[in-house]
């Protein structure tokens, strides 16, 4: 009996660091790093959808590929049904590999032009060796189907799909090993609005029927309000603030979630986060350099209600938890006023 079949989480991420060194001068000798990812926690549990969100350049995508072992964690820890996988051998991350898989958010460059729809699909079974060349082709078939997309499509190439048939392609590869968990990485963001909603019901038929749990990755916060049941706010490479989808909306406490709120038109609110956030102007300025970051709380810079407690160099702010599951990193959350 695996972990997550007793009630446990299927993917537990703990403490997850990414840092890309920078080097400098002949011998390349390390100066620095880019701290794209710096101490990341979080649990999901199968058939779940856990929500990233947060301005471009916070480490979304870096996480989400730390997740899968594409990219190298520098620390940390990350669970998949039970087993550590980030101090796995290449051998034994490949038999994990077939329980997770990535849907990438550009459906264009994710496909390679040079080999029709039935090899991109299958390309995840040949790799796993699993089943004959004729089980292979009638997958294939089951997913197309599966996703919504005609037989022939096995025939055709990317370059005769639209941006939404794409990515269903995209998705039908991913599900070829009938994985556990898939990682979204802005799986909608290069796609028509009129699209859209279209590949998000998709993703939702999936998880009801085939019991996958999702990280969903989008800055738009009213998909991931719509997408998610659990939702991290993200932020130069920290979760700052992550709860329930619906006690995230009501009850927001981080300044930086507020602002968020703030710059969304019509974002369906609690009463007092609604005043609240207008009373918060938009964003001004940019995520600040993981390579240097600011001292204290990476938001002081940024922040209307910052205090030299903020400011202070090597203090991070504390843990609150607010309600059940609502946690918040901020020396001052609204919710405690």
Not at 107 to 127: A, C, D, G, K, T
Not at 183 to 201: F, G, K, T, W, Y
């Amino acid at each position: 009996m695996t972990v997550s079949s007793m009630g446990q989480p299927l993917l537990d991420v703990r403490d997850l660091k990414v840092h890309f060194p920078i080097t400098s001068g002949l011998f390349r000798k390390v100066v620095g790093a880019v701290r794209a990812v710096d101490g990341v926690s979080f649990a999901l549990e199968p058939g779940k959808t856990f929500g990233l969100a947060g301005e471009s350049g916070c480490g979304k995508t870096t996480l989400a590929r730390a997740i899968l072992r594409l990219e190298e964690p520098t620390d940390g820890k990350v669970f998949f049904d039970g087993a550590e996988i980030t101090s796995m051998s290449d051998a034994q991350l490949t038999a994990v590999r077939t329980g997770m898989q990535m849907v990438f958010q550009d459906p264009y460059s994710s496909l390679n032009p040079r080999l029709n729809v039935e090899r991109i699909v299958s390309e995840p079974l040949r790799v796993h060796r699993v089943g004959t060349e004729r089980e292979r082709h009638e997958r294939v078939a089951e997913l197309l189907t599966t996703v919504g997309l005609p037989p022939d499509a096995a025939a055709r190439h990317p370059h005769e799909f639209s941006g939404g048939q794409r990515q269903r392609i995209g998705i039908a590869r991913a599900l070829a090993l009938r994985p556990k968990l898939i990682v979204a990485d802005e799986p909608v963001s290069s796609l028509d609005v009129s699209i859209r909603a279209q590949i998000l019901n998709l993703m939702r038929n999936l998880q009801d029927e085939l019991g996958i749990a999702y990280v969903f990755i989008a800055h738009d916060l009213a998909l991931v309000r719509n997408m998610s049941h659990k939702v991290g706010i993200m932020y130069l490479g920290h979760i700052v603030e992550t709860a329930s989808s619906d006690e995230l909306f009501l009850h927001p406490a981080h300044p930086y979630t507020l602002a968020l709120l703030a710059a969304v038109p019509g974002a369906e609110t609690g009463g007092r986060a609604r005043e609240r956030a207008r009373r918060f102007a938009p964003l001004e300025g940019d995520v600040p350099s993981p390579a240097c970051p600011p001292s204290g709380c990476p938001f002081h810079p940024r922040c209307a209600r910052a205090t030299e407690e903020c400011r202070e160099a090597g203090v991070f702010p504390p843990r609150h938890e607010l309600a059940p599951g609502h946690l918040v990193w901020c020396h001052h959350p609204l919710e405690t006023e």
